[in-house]
């Protein structure tokens, strides 16, 4: 079944790497004059893009709303796009100029046929789920107040940078005890990230299609605290021991947030969604085998 196809605001996202600038530029040209032909009314580029095209097409807004945004790049690149994701955003499409490229569709070889396709509505949607994150902190009437709020993709971890330091981390779920963790950090995932932070420090490969928040220890102080895995209505409140000078709250590895000891974090899942194109109805299990090496002999 074809999809519907509106695509009349485009935004590109774009990595850096001056090894690879001659061959993005080259690639960005030909999507552009493709775009034009297609007759997509905007067209507009992170600050790197609009370099690369010696200011053709305008900067994004970051707070628009836009039918189709373009990662060209890695996972990072991928990533960055979800900072600027709104409520109504349309598509994702992530076309792999990086190395391991784990939540790209498309390769640079095969990228302008792909895009065709999808121009004609030969696609599928791989919809993932999203982590929202809020930070209280109590004001100077001792009155808590909302002073953070961040979505995550991946995960959202906490940790004290990078020092290896044993914290405490109380973890509440609907506001009953799960466990008070002793660890060096304390990972909060979605399905996505599972293959991210979270697998590198012990943690399970769940299914993108198995909605779930897993809370995973970093380096436990006892062998009983292990990764454990949460239904996504439930509404996490964390809390840290007062010891402690600050510590790191970092959301995707690229956005870098300082508590301190005495605020609370809420997690929870996201009502809004990242809805990425895919040309292959099932591609997960593909990838785990192809990109992370997933039950290889």
Known sequence: MKQKTNFQNIAIYCHYKPAKEKIEIDFLKKLVKFFEKQKVKKIYGDVRTVTML????????????????????GDGTLLKMMRTLQK?????????????????ELTPE?????????????????????????????????????????YGLNEIVFGHGGLA????????????????????GLIFATPTGSTAYSLSVGGPIISTN????????????????????????????????????????TIDGQIHFSLKPSD????????????FIRLKASH?????????????Q
């Open 54 to 73: 010696q200011n053709a097409i305008p900067v994004i807004d970051d707070e628009q709303k836009y039918d189709l945004k373009i990662g060209i790049g």
């Open 88 to 104: 109504n955003d349309g598509l994702l499409l992530g076309i792999n100029f990086g190395t391991l490229g784990f939540l790209s």
């Open 110 to 150: 095969n990228a302008m046929d792909g895009i065709k396709k999808i121009f004609k509505g030969d696609y599928k949607l791989d919809e993932r789920m999203l982590i929202k994150s809020f930070v209280w902190r109590k004001n100077e009437r001792g009155e808590k107040e909302k002073i953070f709020r961040t």
């Open 165 to 184: 330091r044993l914290t405490n981390f109380l973890v509440k779920v609907n506001r009953r005890i799960l466990s008070n963790y002793r660890s060096d």
């Open 210 to 249: 198995i909605k779930s928040i897993l809370v995973t220890p970093v380096a436990p102080h006892t062998l009983s605290q292990r990764p454990i895995l949460l239904k996504p209505d439930r509404v996490i409140h964390l809390n840290f021991e007062g010891r402690l000078d600050s510590i790191a709250m």
């Open 264 to 275: 609370e974090v809420t997690i929870k899942r996201a009502t809004r969604t990242a809805k």
């Open 284 to 296: 997960y299990f593909r990838t785990l085998r192809r990109k992370l090496g997933w039950g290889g």
